[in-house]
T-cell receptor
Framework: SQTIHQWPATLVQPVGSPLSLECTVE??????LYWYRQAAGRGLQLLFY??????ISSEVPQNLSASRPQDRQFILSSKKLLLSDSGFYLC????????????FGDGTRLSIL | DAKTTQPTSMDCAEGRAANLPCNHS???????VYWYRQIHSQGPQYIIH???NNETNEMASLIITEDRKSSTLILPHATLRDTAVYYC???????????FGAGTTVTVRA
């Protein structure tokens, strides 16, 4: 069966520091991959999605970037964190194809001090 | 621009069926209906999805009306672990983005 791993589960970072969150998927090949953010008291917002290695699409302008160095690895990064980057970051995957559901990881709770 | 309308909250008794309604009166022909749930501090969990026909899996059943303007998620035998926020989402088949609204807070009581 397919599994998705995100780490770390929680992270506290100072303003201006760099960020790297990693997500890996097991048990499937050529998945679509996604990064979402859930700010406190708000719904999920799609940040990036990827349909293949090196292919990244950004949904909203922001202080973050994403990369997909391997088929089942998706990385969310920032060079300098802002206070507004705090939130709950979720990685998800889906099988390619029409209407396929997305499956989420357990998320990383990021606090910026 | 909310595409779905759900009740804010509902209670149900442990062991009974839980029926969660969702209105999506402006749904288009290429839009699927998805149901997810989120337990506090965890990522959303996929439950079920459908286009036109009713669907059933090991977790739940999805009943979609013939005009597709509403649907009902049925948890056949609710347990305390089913307490969560349940989201009904409508998404076009050619769109990658899932838009989560406020959902329905379901509390299962012993």
């Amino acid at each position: 069966s397919q599994t998705i791993h995100q780490w770390p589960a929680t992270l506290v970072q100072p303003v201006g520091s760099p960020l790297s969150l990693e997500c890996t998927v097991e048990g499937t090949s050529n998945p679509n991959l996604y990064w979402y953010r859930q700010a406190a008291g708000r719904g999920l917002q799609l940040l990036f999605y990827s349909v293949g290695i090196g292919q990244i699409s950004s949904e909203v302008p922001q202080n973050l970037s994403a990369s997909r160095p391997q088929d089942r690895q998706f990385i969310l990064s920032s060079k300098k964190l802002l206070l507004s980057d705090s939130g709950f970051y979720l990685c998800a995957w889906s099988v390619r194809g029409v209407g396929q559901p997305q499956h989420f990881g357990d998320g990383t709770r990021l606090s910026i001090l | 621009d909310a595409k779905t309308t759900q009740p804010t909250s509902m209670d149900c008794a442990e062991g009974r069926a839980a029926n969660l309604p969702c209105n999506h009166s402006t749904i288009s022909g290429n839009e699927y209906v998805y149901w997810y749930r989120q337990i506090h501090s965890q990522g959303p969990q996929y439950i079920i999805h459908g286009l036109k026909n009713n669907e059933t899996n090991e977790m739940a059943s999805l009943i979609i009306t013939e005009d597709r303007k509403s649907s009902t998620l049925i948890l056949p035998h609710a347990t305390l672990r089913d307490t969560a926020v349940y989201y009904c989402i409508v998404r076009p088949s050619n769109d990658y983005k899932l838009s989560f609204g406020a959902g329905t807070t379901v509390t299962v009581r012993a």
